[in-house]
């Protein structure tokens, strides 16, 4: 499956941004998806990921209460809804996804090794 992730930009403190995942090349639904960020010098870290359906969702502590991610299967996208932006937010956001079989434990979702299909990334920056 490929993925092709956009929606970055730039933002003021406070904003909004919505970023989208779409997938191609495999059926879909098949497939979990998580949402990584790698900031400037620091090591990528989990945001946020979906299972298949849609009916579990996971969130990194630092960013519960403001990001939503949700699917549409029929689209073969993903989102993430974040909100109240913060400048630490500021990012390269990488949409990732694996077959959900691999995803048998809740704890899978969170780790960037689970996820095999990556896209190319696209820059949040939030300005104070």
């Known amino acids: 499956v ?5 929606g970055g930009g730039l933002v003021q403190a406070g904003g909004s941004l ?10 879909f639904s098949n497939y979990a998806t998580g949402w990584f960020r790698q ?8 945001v946020a990921a979906i299972s298949w359906n849609g009916g579990s969702k ?3 502590d630092s960013i519960k ?22 400048p630490e937010d500021t990012a390269v956001y990488y949409c ?8 048998y434990r809740g704890s899978y979702y969170y780790s960037s090794e689970t996820y095999h299909y990556w896209g ?8 104070s």
């Open 120 to 127: 190319q990334g696209t820059l949040v920056t939030v300005s």
């Open 2 to 6: 490929q993925l092709q992730a956009s």
């Open 65 to 86: 209460g403001r990001f939503t991610v949700s699917r549409d299967n029929a689209k073969n996208t993903v989102y993430l809804q974040m909100n109240s932006l913060k």
């Open 18 to 27: 919505r970023l989208s995942c779409v997938a191609s090349g495999r059926t």
């Open 39 to 46: 900031a400037p010098g620091k090591e990528r870290e989990f």
């Open 96 to 103: 990732a996804a694996d077959e959900t079989v691999k995803f």
């Open 58 to 60: 996971y969130y990194a």
